[in-house]
């Protein structure tokens, strides 16, 4: 089983920057990929990034240069960087781990960016 905390959801203006965190804990093996993911009030959930253990990123056409992700395997923990956001942004974002057939979700955290 693994737990996932997330951090650093809120609010910010049109064009600021926000980092969200996310930490691993419990049965965690060498291998898997962590990401985000995000749904907006009346759509479905879709990927925002991923990241595997040796570094391999995938992103959403729609955060490509704006959005970071990173990890830091030491504290099993993934990032997201988010700049130049936009309105659209607007969803709550969840903490996903994946190793093996298991999937994992965090409880989420709300992003709202006003205009």
């Known amino acids: 089983q693994v737990q996932l905390k997330e951090s650093g959801g809120g609010l910010v203006q049109a064009g600021g920057p926000l980092r969200l965190s996310c930490a691993a804990s419990?049965?965690?093996?060498?291998?898997?990929?962590m990401g985000w993911y995000r749904q907006a009030p009346g759509k479905q959930r879709e990927l925002v990034a991923t990241i595997t253990t040796d570094g391999n990123t995938n992103y959403a056409d729609s955060v490509k240069g704006r959005f970071t992700i990173s990890r830091d395997n030491a504290k099993n923990t993934v990032y997201l960087e988010m700049n130049s956001l936009k309105p659209e942004d607007t969803a709550v974002y969840y903490c996903?781990?994946?190793?093996?057939?298991?999937?994992?979700w965090g409880q989420g955290t709300q992003v709202t960016v006003s205009s």
């Open positions: 419990g049965s965690i093996f060498i291998i898997n990929v």
């Open positions: 996903n781990f994946r190793q093996s057939i298991f999937n994992y």
